[in-house]
């Protein structure tokens, strides 16, 4: 933990200008990014007196072992960039505000030849319109309804593409809650107008659709058409019941998102009600931890910037009011800010009296239940895994906090199909972005000690190169200038993202799936790289036994031990990746053919091949001339798969069948 008079700047360095600031740790990871009006002032709260800071705080300027800053022209350039840097460095001092549950959207697929309704969550992807969020109840009725009046495809590529081959619909075409645009029911222009229709009914055109069928059963009636007219009341039924499913709160012409908090002094829970039209669309929630002393200005700035910024489809999503329930100070900033995604313009108020002010009492009800409930269901959770870590240390009598931990194991059968897998956990929590996977070969195959050496060399050798190179960099005459260069950039496309390095963070420990041979491997694959801040342990499964390098006894930690569980927990999930990683080489494996080595020969051509002279057998015995008698099959390619034989170097083992072993099918006789 380093000391913040060891890196503090001096006052007269600081410019007085507004900016965008950045601390780093000793590995040059930036862990956290803020902005200020003035700098000076912002950054010298940070060291005067440290030990009157709040606990994050102080936790965050005794991680950081450097902090610079960028100067720009403006506050709205300060939003921007502290935004862009958040969003590409994904600091862990910074507030995120991270979703309490993985909310569903009704999208359509409006970028696709013919489009289909889902139900997605998760990244959002182009051409997609998505209407939400609801919950899992609610999305899935609301669809089956709507796909009684708009029969939309629904259902997954693969199906539409049998459809389309076999000539019949799925079951959904025979029951009439699709179109079938696969087998030519209707024209692909057609099944658009119906996307469109859908589309504009989520949108809010709800009543014109009503009225439109109300006309037309009105007319079937006057034509003594019965039938028809009784299918277009049971439409007008079914759409009904979803208009009237959300009640009506405010003005039929308000489109506006209302946002409520409520915290307490570590933690703050937000809740948003998306109204359209006067109704309540969708709702979401999230919960916050809070780094410094963040007043309820700070909450909704940093809310709305990572609510409507998160990603490239904002602009379809921002309502023209935005209701919080105290203004920003930089409101001016974020509203022209909001106004540039969204392409219109976008007032911040707080509601004061009235319907809207009502609503916000109840949006800010929400989110004190919501604490509440997140409260009691985090409390057994974040004292389990403090006491997991604090007994793991205590037992390894290791020096350093387990802040990261990261666990290896190989998988093999026999020998063949060597593959690795390294996960991390931080904070006793698994982290999946940094999970990584190795291939293994050649005399590291032998074993599982040389294949653990080989690993650990090859992960801590990427690390030191990307440190080598930060080193570099910094070294190099003009790399502020060259920083400020890139916060200039960034101010002006918000977009792109830096390229992220893949190692440059090390564990605090390293745990292998293994007993006292794979440890001593991992021990001195480090100690040739010359790293000594990283302690090795691993863990043997037959008795569950805690092996330190070097040491001729085991720890044993009790069977109810919280750092056993965490020790398990982790070893089993490296071994579940490992497991999924040699699935997949080995399945590929299993298809291999004495063709696939042939440069020019694809799938097609090598079907064609088969299907003129029966097997590899023949094609081998082939000349050039007899070759050219496939299909596709040229000259030149038929010399080089005759090269390709007369050398060697079809696939080892290919004198025998291929067989797909997922369905047992022989793919060459």
């Not at 006052?11 to 009006?37: C, Q, S």
């Not at 969020?133 to 029969?151: H, K």
């Not at 290791?398 to 802040?403: D, G, N, S, W």
């Not at 798969?641 to 291929?658: K, L, N, R």
Request: net charge neutral; charged share 25%.
């Amino acid at each position: 933990m380093a000391d913040p008079a060891t890196y503090r700047p001096r006052t007269g360095e600081i410019p007085t200008n507004p900016g965008v600031y950045r601390f780093r740790d000793p590995h040059g990871r930036v862990i956290y990014v803020g902005k200020a009006k003035s700098l000076r002032s912002r950054l010298n709260s940070y060291f005067t007196n440290p030990a009157g800071l709040l606990p994050k705080t102080h936790a965050m300027v005794h991680a950081a072992s450097s902090v610079e800053w960028t100067v720009v022209g403006s506050e709205l350039e300060s939003l921007q960039l502290e935004y862009t840097w958040i969003k590409e460095f994904k600091p862990r001092f910074n507030v995120v505000f991270r979703d309490d549950k993985t909310y569903p959207y009704l999208a359509v697929t409006m970028g696709e030849k013919f489009p289909r309704v889902q139900v997605m969550r998760g990244e959002r992807k182009k051409g997609t319109r998505y209407f939400g969020p609801y919950t899992a109840g609610a999305i899935r009725e609301t669809m089956d309804t709507l796909l009684r009046v708009f029969p939309v495809r629904s259902c997954s590529p693969g199906v539409l593409k049998r459809a389309q081959a076999s000539g019949r619909p799925c079951l959904l075409g025979y029951i009439d809650k699709c179109s079938a645009p696969c087998v030519g029911r209707v024209t692909a222009e057609e099944h658009r107008a119906l996307a469109e229709d859908f589309c504009s009914f989520m949108g809010g055109e709800a009543k014109r659709f009503i009225a439109r069928l109300e006309k037309d059963m009105a007319a079937a009636v006057a034509e003594l058409d019965y039938e028809r007219a009784a299918r277009l009341r049971d439409n007008i039924i079914a759409l009904r019941k979803v208009f009237e499913r959300n009640a009506v709160v405010l003005g039929e012409d308000t489109d506006a998102d209302v946002f409520a908090l409520h915290e307490d002094e570590l933690e703050a829970a937000v809740q948003v009600f998306h109204v359209r039209g006067g109704r309540v669309r969708g709702q979401r929630g999230w919960v916050v931890e809070k780094v410094e002393d963040s007043t309820t200005p700070d909450l909704v700035e940093h809310l709305l910037q990572q609510v409507y910024g998160e990603d490239g489809e904002s602009q379809g999503r921002i309502p023209r009011e935005v209701l919080v329930p105290e203004e920003p100070s930089n409101a001016a900033e974020l509203s022209e800010w909001l106004a540039g995604i969204r392409g219109a313009r976008v007032d911040i108020r707080v509601p004061r009296r009235g319907d809207k002010a009502a609503l916000m009492s109840t949006v800010r009800e929400n989110a004190e239940h919501a604490l509440t409930l997140h409260k009691s269901r985090r409390a057994g959770d974040l004292t389990v895994r403090s006491l997991a870590l604090q007994e793991l240390q205590e037992a390894l009598d290791l020096p350093v906090a387990l802040l990261r931990i990261e666990c290896f194991d190989i998988s093999h059968v026999q020998g063949t199909n060597v593959v690795a897998s390294m996960v991390v956990v931080e904070d006793g929590l698994p982290k999946k972005s940094d999970y990584r996977k190795f291939s293994i070969t050649g005399a590291a195959a032998v074993d599982d000690t040389a294949a653990m050496h080989d690993v650990l060399t090859r992960r801590f050798r990427h690390y030191l190169e990307e440190k080598s190179t930060q080193a570099e960099a910094a070294r190099l005459p003009g790399h502020q200038a060259a920083l400020q260069a890139l916060a200039d950039a960034s101010v002006q496309d918000t977009t792109t993202p830096a390229p992220r390095a893949k190692f440059a963070y090390p564990p605090n420990l390293v745990v292998v799936d293994g007993g006292k041979p794979q440890v001593n491997a991992a021990a001195r694959a480090l100690a040739e790289l010359g790293i000594e801040d990283v302690y090795v342990v691993g863990l043997a499964k037959r008795l569950e036994e805690v092996w330190l390098p070097d040491s001729d006894f085991p720890v044993i930690l009790p069977r109810t031990s919280e750092g056993l569980y965490l020790l398990q927990r982790i070893r089993d999930e490296a071994h579940r990746f490992a497991i999924t990683f040699h699935r997949q080489k080995r399945g590929k494996a299993m298809t291999v053919s004495a063709l696939d080595g042939v440069r020019g020969l694809g799938e097609a051509k090598r079907k064609a091949l088969l299907a003129q002279f029966g097997s590899v057998k023949s094609i081998r015995t082939a000349t050039a001339a007899e070759l050219t008698s496939a299909r596709g099959i040229g000259p030149s390619l038929a010399d080089a798969i005759v090269s390709h034989f007369s050398t060697g170097a079809a696939a080892p083992g290919t004198s025998e069948p291929a067989i797909n072993m997922t369905t047992g099918e022989i793919l060459e006789t």
